[in-house]
């Protein structure tokens, strides 16, 4: 409850989507990145693709679990704005490593690269508007 009132205390801006449809979203980013990151480690696994195209999938994981902890549990606008841009960063790394060997990996994750461009746009203008 107190990560809700910070959060909600905190200036966006007036496109700012309300806080319920983060929920909804996030649980069909998720079926998504699991479907389609779960078939490229397989793919890793059973030497399909070599293991060097994996390293951006794992890292875009671990900065996509970081952001909650940096932004809710430690309420730092500044590190999950940082966070973001590794998340955005990493994903588009995973998607250009990927295309050479499955390109339904990349069409299939253009949904999630929309929704983190827009986070990016709205954590940095969340955390210059409450500096």
Not at 8 to 37: D, E, M
Not at 61 to 70: C, D, G, K
Request: charged share 5%.
């Amino acid at each position: 409850m107190n990560t809700y009132n910070w959060y909600s205390q905190l200036y966006k801006p007036s496109w700012a989507p309300p806080s319920w449809l983060f929920g909804p979203v996030w649980t069909v980013l998720y079926a998504i990145i699991a479907v389609s990151f779960g078939t490229v480690f397989y793919k890793v696994y059973t030497k399909q693709i070599p293991w060097l195209v994996a390293v951006p999938f794992v890292l875009n994981l671990v900065f996509n679990a970081l952001f909650t902890p940096l932004q809710f549990g430690l309420k730092n606008n500044l590190l999950a704005s940082v966070d973001i841009v590794l998340v955005l960063g990493t994903l588009v790394w995973a998607l250009w490593a990927i295309w050479p060997h499955a390109r339904w990996v990349t069409y299939v994750n253009i949904p999630y690269v929309l929704w983190v461009s827009f986070a990016t746009v709205l954590q940095f203008t969340i955390t210059y508007l409450n500096r």
